[in-house]
């Protein structure tokens, strides 16, 4: 049982070793101050936001960026109330989301996409704020290098709740494997809070086809397709001006069928490399569970899990401090607590996933 569970620790360790070697690979991008040239769509499906929706038009007011040069699309998903917009000084319109298939949030992209007319589309979320500088990065960026497809960064905007801190660390260690597969040319997940592509890139891998019996995965579904017909022209954006941030989930519930939303995709991935991470990664933290109640039950001596947990931390430290040091300039607060919890919430997260369903804008899914 020892050897077993530091056999697997061994591997945990190396794959987060290459994730941080990755990581170190992707230069900070550092807006140039170009010409604007690069005219976007962005695309909002939204649900029941009143409440968030001016939050994040206001932020899109304050863009350094010309007015002529970006529209927004805003989809409603068959919300309570119709949203209306109220003079507003840059182009936007709200449609009813057409519904085709058992994701929402994909029919409501596609629903946009027929609308679109500019060259490039960024999507993002009713309950984000995007920086000043966000459509001015990835223009620059645009400039400079041949893409089809752009993946960014999204944080957390925390208070001082533990449950803010515990997403944050949650957050910051999917970022750090998004950005560090990318440093490895492994790419494989992404975040459609802040992802932008070519409507020419989205037509080609035809869409969300494919993939529309899964509820969600707007995201790594289509980045998945992307990168295995056009590998060169999809990249990651690892630069401070484009990150958007967004809210955590208010309590525990919500933040776990969140997270089971997430995980229950993960078994379709066309990504080798990415199924293969989130199985290590899964028994990498179900292995710690297991090496606890070993303790509990005095079946492991205790310096056996001191030096287990310790090596665990220790790797996992490493890629959080570095990830967190780009998303939010500070330092990772209830940083023991969460990692003591984090391993249970995970293993209990990845196993309900597997047969169990989750809740989302007010509706139940099954995988």
């Not at 929706?53 to 919300?79: H, R």
């Not at 000043?132 to 960064?153: C, P, R």
Request: proline content about 3%.
């Amino acid at each position: 049982m020892i050897f077993g569970l530091f056999f697997i620790l061994a591997i945990y360790i190396s794959s987060i070793l290459l994730l941080i070697y990755g990581f170190s690979r992707i230069r900070t991008y550092r807006k140039k101050n170009f010409e604007p040239k690069t005219s976007f769509t962005i695309i909002v499906p939204f649900r029941n936001e009143e409440e968030n929706l001016p939050i994040l038009l206001e932020s899109f007011s304050k863009l350094n960026y010309p007015e002529n040069l970006f529209k927004v699309i805003l989809v409603d998903d068959s919300s309570n109330e119709k949203f209306q917009v109220l003079n507003s000084k840059f182009q936007v319109s709200v449609i009813d989301n057409i519904r085709v298939s058992k994701s929402p949030k994909k029919d409501a992209i596609t629903t946009a996409m027929r609308q679109v007319k500019t060259d490039w589309v960024i999507t993002t979320d009713a309950d984000c704020v995007v920086p000043e500088n966000w459509l001015a990065t990835f223009d620059n960026y645009i400039q400079e290098n041949q893409v089809s497809m752009l993946a960014g960064a999204v944080t957390y905007k925390c208070e001082s709740l533990f449950l803010d801190h515990f997403q944050q660390l949650d957050l910051t260690s999917l970022q750090g494997a998004t950005i560090g597969s990318f440093g490895l040319n492994k790419g494989f997940m992404c975040n459609g809070a802040n992802l932008a592509y070519t409507k020419a890139l989205f037509e080609s891998v035809n869409g969300f086809e494919g993939n529309d019996k899964i509820a969600s995965g707007d995201d790594v579904f289509l980045l998945q397709k992307a990168i295995e017909k056009f590998p060169n022209k999809v990249q990651y954006l690892k630069a401070d001006e484009a990150i958007v941030t967004t809210k955590p989930t208010e309590n525990w519930k919500a933040l776990f069928h969140q997270r089971v939303r997430w995980a229950a995709k993960t078994s379709s991935y066309k990504s080798t490399f990415g199924k293969f991470l989130g199985f290590i990664v899964f028994f990498g933290n179900l292995s710690f569970v297991i090496g606890f109640f070993l303790v509990v039950f005095r079946i492991w001596p205790y310096p056996i899990f001191v030096i287990f947990a310790f090596s665990k931390f220790s790797i996992d430290f490493i890629l959080l401090s570095i990830t967190n040091r780009f998303l939010t300039k500070t330092r990772i607060k209830s940083l023991l607590l969460s990692s003591l919890l984090y391993p249970f919430f995970s293993s209990a997260v990845a196993l309900y996933s597997l047969f169990g369903s989750y809740e989302w804008k007010d509706r139940k899914f099954k995988k």
